[in-house]
């Protein structure tokens, strides 16, 4: 059975830098691409980017000059990082994996909201 | 303003079919998979319908994707109330070399 575990800050300040991490149990790790993506308050789905095992990125191109997704193959995790936040990048936060373009197993998650 | 257009709501009463749209371009929809996903209240979304038309197990066969030109359609027929939820559309983009989703139609059974 595959989890995805996901962690990070949940209260940020403008202008800091939003970090969250994935742990993946179960299934290959190697075999796949795996995603972030995020969900505003009342809102759609919007996806930040994804990663491959051996650090290959997708970005959207709306996120991409604050966006970094890398990867740690020993600890079969993957991890978030976003620039300069403002309160327009209040969401929840979930990690993905995505196995031949669909996003089949998801995190439970993660609130992040931007507040001074 | 979401790449894929999909109608803020759609209702039914039990037992009726119900359809939700979605409509995008020749760079997602026209030459990419269509994945359909449900979103309990308070839940991660989960898929549904993977390329195009095809139903995971697990996935009653009362839901069901088509696709045709630049639109692709989710129809759910029998509806019951555990079906009320939101749902998406997805697929990649190759213009935007992205994933894009539509901005979601929320289901409601009367």
């Known amino acids: 059975q595959v989890q995805l575990q996901q962690w990070g800050a949940g209260l940020l300040k403008p202008s800091e830098t939003l970090s969250l991490t994935c742990a993946v149990y179960?299934?290959?790790?190697?075999?796949?691409?795996w995603s972030w993506l995020r969900q505003p308050p009342g809102m759609g789905l919007e996806w930040i980017g994804e990663?491959?095992?051996?650090?290959?990125?997708n970005y959207n191109p709306s996120l991409k000059s604050r966006v970094t997704i890398s990867v740690d193959t020993s600890k079969n995790q993957f991890s978030l990082k976003l620039t300069s936040v403002t309160a327009a990048d209040t969401a929840v936060y979930y990690c993905?994996?995505?196995?031949?373009?669909?996003?089949?197993?998801w995190g439970q998650g993660t609130l992040v909201t931007v507040s001074s | 303003q979401s790449v894929l257009t999909q109608p803020p709501s759609a209702s039914g009463t039990p037992g009726q079919r119900v359809t939700i749209s979605c409509s995008g371009a020749?760079?997602?929809?026209?030459?990419?998979?269509v994945f359909w996903y449900q979103q309990l209240p308070g839940t991660a979304p989960k898929f549904l319908i993977y390329?195009?038309?095809q139903r995971p197990s697990g996935v009653p066969d009362r839901f069901s994707g088509s696709k045709s030109g630049t639109s692709a359609s989710l129809a759910i027929s029998g509806l019951r109330s555990e079906d009320e939820a939101d749902y998406y559309c997805?697929?990649?983009?190759?213009?935007?070399?992205?994933?894009?989703f539509g901005g979601g139609t929320k289901l409601t059974v009367l």
């Open positions: 390329r195009n038309d």
């Open positions: 179960g299934g290959s790790f190697s075999a796949y691409y």
């Open positions: 993905a994996r995505v196995a031949a373009d669909l996003i089949d197993y």
């Open positions: 997805a697929a990649w983009d190759d213009s935007l070399s992205g994933r894009v």
């Open positions: 020749s760079s997602n929809i026209g030459s990419n998979f």
């Open positions: 990663i491959n095992h051996s650090g290959g990125t």
